[in-house]
């Protein structure tokens, strides 16, 4: 999929390919940096306090399983709900768990959610239109933390 098959509102946000699926761009990585010797275990180098981004998937597509080592938390801003399926903290997703991030309370969606650190994750939309939300992941996003399913 191509950047001129996003929608209008989508191109004005200057989106980048993800490499799990969708399309993103950085809007926030923290000044304030956290030192190796201060993070939690398991993390090579330091890192921002915390980073976010703007993530579109659009419809029929579905992010890749993967995990992050921090705590990411997804927040609904417009389009489709989205389905985020937890699938665990093994080497491999196990079953997975859905958790609908959007706007409709009453039908017991989420504007926002949380992805606790090593957990898999994938995504997608639910319905016939593009979905926008934000990802905050603290400590910062780094590639050096992201894991792709093999």
Same mark, same amino acid.
């Given at each position: 999929?191509?950047?001129?098959?996003?929608?209008?509102?989508?191109?004005?946000?200057?989106?980048?390919?993800?490499?799990?699926?969708?399309?993103?761009?950085?809007?926030?990585?923290?000044?304030?940096?956290?030192?190796?010797?201060?993070?939690?275990?398991?993390?090579?180098?330091?890192?921002?306090?915390?980073?976010?981004?703007?993530?579109?998937?659009?419809?029929?597509?579905?992010?890749?399983?993967?995990?992050?080592?921090?705590?990411?938390?997804?927040?609904?801003?417009? +389009?489709? =709900?989205?389905?985020?399926?937890? $699938?665990? #903290?093994? %080497? !491999?997703? +196990?079953? =997975?768990?859905?958790?609908?991030? $959007?706007? #409709?309370? %009453? !039908?017991?969606?989420? =504007?926002?959610?949380?992805?606790?650190?090593?957990?898999?994750?994938?995504?997608?939309?639910?319905?016939?239109?593009?979905?926008?939300?934000?990802?905050?992941?603290?400590?910062?996003?780094?590639?050096?933390?992201?894991?792709?399913?093999?």
């Amino acid at each position: 999929m191509s950047a001129s098959e996003l929608p209008d509102w989508a191109k004005s946000l200057d989106l980048q390919p993800h490499p799990e699926g969708g399309w993103f761009r950085e809007t926030w990585r923290s000044e304030v940096g956290l030192p190796n010797a201060v993070l939690p275990a398991g993390y090579t180098g330091d890192r921002a306090a915390g980073t976010a981004i703007y993530f579109v998937l659009m419809p029929g597509q579905q992010s890749a399983w993967h995990t992050v080592r921090s705590s990411e938390i997804w927040l609904h801003h417009r +389009g489709a =709900p989205v389905q985020l399926d937890l $699938g665990g #903290d093994g %080497e !491999a997703p +196990g079953d =997975p768990t859905p958790i609908i991030v $959007g706007p #409709d309370i %009453e !039908a017991e969606q989420q =504007p926002q959610a949380l992805v606790p650190p090593g957990v898999w994750q994938r995504a997608r939309p639910i319905g016939d239109e593009a979905a926008l939300v934000s990802c905050v992941v603290v400590p910062g996003f780094d590639f050096a933390d992201f894991r792709l399913e093999d």
